[in-house]
Structure formats: structure tokens, C-alpha cells
């Protein structure tokens, strides 16, 4: 019996024993047409970008670590990775770019001077792939960004120049959605803080206020962008404060009607996102999901399936929150092959929705309802065990991917005649 009989049989009995729960397995495959996940351009690349020639990541109170061979130096290489992962991801996905990433034409353009035009060459290559485009600003990883202060920053020089910058990545992410006729969501995460205990955390809140009223002013149509605001518990040298905490960024979206980021690498670690999102959802209309794996202070090890991320996503579909919410990865990972960190992180938070698709909801809510605890936990458990491997196969392999660990050959592969030639 070759690899194809072998899921199809595999599937034929998952299908059964769902159906058993009341769950058609046929309608949790088409469902997973829904679920959309914005790739993140900064694992190629350790997030350094294409501003400057040797371009590389510093300050902001992020860092990647390790130096696997075949980092992307380059558009072009950065897209031909890109073009492999996708071919082994089941599914739709977006783009999620940062401004450092722009199509400079080998010159320096300094962010506050972007333009829509050096960013046209992604807009292209994302209507060849067939899909959508994200877009962040980058307020780390600069001269005017080495105080630890940019948006509230008590320098007007530096704080203006901050501001123009975000004033011009609405712009670029508006057209991005324009062009391509899917809403570019526009995500704000600034590094600003503090090392050491401040006396006056209450100045830098204001001019965070007063930026975001200044940069934000222009309306954009919603079908062309949404602006989200991400905060972030801490950082590198931003241990005692942070400026644009949770509270502060919520209050914010609720009161300006944004979208309210939520990376689940950005709380304490024994915060869980998957609880945040019922109540943020209560107050503002959508939220952005950066789905990394936080491992003690560091936020942005690559997304593996684990009780976090389904949490996470559980939330979502028994809510029916999809259609309030994005989802993008956000990780990077030098110390290991990059396109195989985007594989494991994209297919791990798509199981999770496969998962998600897959429980008898409305069984389950029932026992809540009528105080079947006992119930309610024990079938939870028992759907840990269910062959829901067998129909991930399955949905892999209709969608014309390597099916289970078939795709470590396809990476390994591409390290040999790609990567290691770099």
C-alpha cells in the first residue's frame, strides 16, 4: 500500500470515530480554508533587513541568536525562500513586512523619506503569489533609536522624527491594500522603556499619547489598512517600564476604535492570551495575533502546538471569532534551518485550528451548561488521543504538500542546493 492509500485509509477511520462525536470531519477541512496566517519576512534574516548594505539587528530589546549557514542577504534571496515555504504550507497565508525591508535600489532612504514606491516590487511579488500583505514600522535598529526612546521620546526632534516615519507606514501599508484588495493591517510596536526604575513614567505615557493622536490622524479606508497597537511586558533595557504597556495600548484602541495586538510572548509567563481574547473582543472590533512561544524572559522561539497556542485558538472557534481576527507569526530563529523554523511555527498554529475544527463544541458546552463537569473533562481528555493526526495528513496531502515529516526531506534538500551555497 503506497503513502496516499495509507493517509486515505488513515482518514476513512479518524472520519468515523469523529462522527461517532458528532464531528464531520469533512466540513473541519473546508473550514480550514478560513484560517489565514501572515508570514513573518524577519526569519529569513534574523530581522535585519535591506536599509544599508550588512544591515543587521540591534537595540529595541530584541535579538536573534545563533548563526544556522544560508541567511537570506538579499530581496531576491529572501523571496526565493519565501516562495519555498510556501510550497510546503497547507493553506492561505499573507506577508508581514517590516519598513526595513523595503526595495531601496542599493541607497540609503532614512525612514522618515519612504515611500509607497519602495515597496512596489513586494506589492508585485504578492499579487504573483496570490496573496495578502501586512506591514509594520521599525522603530528599533537606528541611531535615533539608541536613547531607548522614540515615540516618547522628551527629544521633539527625535519624537518627530518617529512620527513622520509612522505617518508614512500607514501610507505604504494603504496602498499595499489597496493595490492587492485585501486590508493591510499596520502594526505599531515601539521598544521604549526603561533599564532602571523612572521617577516620571507618566511624561513618556503622554508623549506616547500625543504621537499616536499626531501619526494617526489620517483616516485610511478600512479596506486598505487597520491599525493595531502591540504592547509588551518588557524588553532589553527596558526591564523596569515599559511605555506602551497593555493597559496603555488598550485603552487606546478602545478609545480610537484600533485593533489591540496580542503577541503571547509579550505577558508574564503565567499570563495566557487565550484568555485575553473574549474580553478585548467585548470592546474593540478586531485584534491582531502574534503567535510565538515564549521560554522564560525570551518571547520569539518558533510556535510549536502546545496548550498556549490551542488555548489560543480554541477561543477563537468556539466563539466564532474568526472573522474578528489576524493571525501572524512572529519568531526568529538563527540556531536552526530558517525556512524549516517558518514550516514547524506555520504548520503547528494551523494543527491547532485543525484541532479547534475537530471538537464537539456544542456536546461540550452542553455538559457546562448543565453542570457536567465531570463529563465535560473527561471527553475533553479523550480528544487528545483522537486520530486527529490522520486527518491533518489528509488535509495536507489535498492540498498538494508533504504530508506528515515528509516535509524535512524537502528542507534538507534545499539547505544542500541552496542554503549552504550562499
Not at 508614512?168 to 485585501?182: F, N, P, Y
Not at 499619547?209 to 491599525?227: G, I, Q, T
Amino acid at each position: 500500500m503506497n503513502n496516499r492509500d495509507l493517509t486515505e485509509k488513515a482518514y476513512q477511520i479518524a472520519w468515523e470515530q469523529y462522527a461517532n462525536l458528532g464531528v464531520d470531519t469533512d466540513k473541519a477541512l473546508a473550514r480550514m480554508d478560513e484560517v489565514i496566517i501572515s508570514l513573518h519576512c524577519w526569519q529569513a534574516d534574523d530581522v535585519g533587513g535591506f536599509e544599508t548594505p550588512g544591515s543587521a539587528l540591534s537595540g529595541g530589546g530584541i535579538q536573534a541568536t545563533g548563526n544556522h549557514p544560508g541567511k537570506a542577504s538579499s530581496i531576491s534571496e529572501m523571496r526565493k525562500d519565501l516562495e519555498k515555504v510556501l510550497s510546503l504550507l497547507p493553506g492561505k497565508y499573507r506577508l508581514n513586512l517590516h519598513a526595513i525591508y523595503g526595495d531601496f535600489g542599493g541607497r540609503f532612504v532614512d525612514r522618515d523619506q519612504i515611500e509607497p514606491a519602495h515597496f512596489q516590487s513586494w506589492i508585485d511579488w504578492c499579487r504573483q503569489q496570490g496573496i495578502g500583505m501586512d506591514f509594520n514600522p521599525t522603530f528599533f535598529s537606528h541611531p535615533k533609536a539608541q536613547s531607548g526612546y522614540t515615540l516618547s521620546s522628551k527629544d521633539e526632534n527625535i519624537r518627530q522624527f518617529w512620527v513622520e516615519h509612522l505617518k508614512r507606514c500607514r501610507k505604504i501599508a494603504a496602498e499595499m491594500g489597496k493595490q492587492l484588495g485585501t486590508p493591510s493591517i499596520l502594526n505599531i510596536w515601539i521598544p521604549d522603556g526603561s533599564k532602571d526604575l523612572p521617577v516620571d513614567r507618566n511624561r513618556h505615557r503622554t508623549l506616547l499619547r500625543k504621537s499616536l493622536d499626531e501619526a494617526l490622524a489620517v483616516e485610511y479606508p478600512k479596506e486598505f489598512m487597520k491599525d493595531s497597537l502591540e504592547s509588551k511586558l518588557f524588553g532589553i533595557g527596558a526591564e523596569s517600564m515599559t511605555v506602551g504597556s497593555h493597559e496603555f495600548y488598550l485603552g487606546y484602541a478602545i478609545t480610537h476604535n484600533k485593533l489591540i495586538c496580542l503577541d503571547n510572548g509579550h505577558f508574564h509567563p503565567t499570563e495566557q492570551v487565550g484568555d485575553k481574547i473574549s474580553s478585548c473582543l467585548l470592546y474593540v472590533d478586531e485584534l491582531l495575533l502574534h503567535m510565538t512561544r515564549p521560554v522564560r524572559w525570551d518571547s520569539d522561539h518558533v510556535v510549536t502546538l502546545n496548550e498556549d497556542v490551542q488555548l489560543i485558538v480554541s477561543e477563537i472557534i468556539r466563539n466564532d471569532f474568526l472573522k474578528r481576527v489576524n493571525i501572524g507569526l512572529d519568531f526568529f530563529d538563527a540556531s536552526i534551518n530558517r525556512l524549516g523554523a517558518y514550516v514547524i511555527g506555520s504548520r503547528a498554529v494551523k494543527k491547532a485550528f485543525m484541532q479547534a475544527f475537530l471538537e464537539p463544541t456544542s456536546r461540550l458546552a452542553g455538559m457546562e451548561e448543565n453542570g457536567q463537569l465531570f463529563e465535560r473533562l473527561a471527553l475533553m481528555e479523550e480528544l487528545k488521543t483522537k486520530p486527529f493526526g490522520a486527518v491533518w495528513d489528509y488535509y495536507c496531502m489535498k492540498c498538494g504538500v508533504p504530508v506528515a515529516e515528509d516535509y524535512i526531506a524537502e528542507v534538507q534538500e534545499y539547505e544542500s542546493s541552496v542554503l549552504r551555497k550562499r
